[in-house]
């Protein structure tokens, strides 16, 4: 027995986490919502060695490599998972469609104005300023099932949309066809 995964994909900011907290009263099943940012959030941030550029970016794609495989793991015990998660690298995706191969996936862009995002990047203060606007790349891939935008409206709007949206899914998922790219 498989679960089935929800991707909420969307830059820093865009509001995926707010979307996916919002979604999961909605859902008639019981859903995980798993940021990959609780799970940076587990790792120590004190050790007595200083790690360099090279072994920092190891350690995110481990990390993130991991978080995939976590996912699978809870859908392959027949849950039914969340990802807040940005694909602003392209590796992200092809191990992803690679991982949750044979899973029912569904992709959701989380959409947001560049300035709206700049404006809650800084007021949220955790984030290197331009980072939001930077990751234009999580759209790259060029396909999605469900698109929300959350300029302007607010997580239980965009989670009512998805709801809708899910209801109204036939054919083929974006997952399926971007693996027959």
Not at 81 to 87: Q, S
Request: charged share 25%; hydrophobic share 45%.
């Amino acid at each position: 027995m498989s679960g089935r995964v929800i991707v909420l994909n969307g830059a820093s900011s865009s509001g995926k986490s707010s979307v996916g907290r919002a979604l999961l009263p909605l859902l008639a099943d019981p859903w995980f919502l798993f940021p990959v940012d609780e799970l940076g959030a587990m790792r120590s941030t004190v050790h007595t060695r200083v790690l360099d550029e090279g072994e920092i970016a190891a350690m995110l794609s481990r990390t993130r490599r991991g978080y995939h495989r976590a996912v699978a793991g809870l859908v392959s015990a027949g849950n039914d998972v969340i990802m807040d998660y940005p694909l602003s690298e392209a590796w992200r995706l092809a191990d992803l469609l690679d991982v949750l191969a044979g899973v029912d996936v569904t992709l959701v862009e989380v959409r947001c104005s560049p300035a709206e995002l700049a404006r809650r990047e800084l007021a949220r203060g955790d984030r290197p300023v331009g980072l939001a606007v930077s990751q234009t790349l999580v759209y790259r891939h060029g396909d999605r099932d469900i698109v929300v935008d959350t300029t302007a409206a607010g997580p239980g709007e965009c989670a009512r949309e998805i709801v809708a949206g899910l209801a109204g899914l036939s054919g083929p998922k974006a997952f399926d066809r971007l693996r027959q790219r």
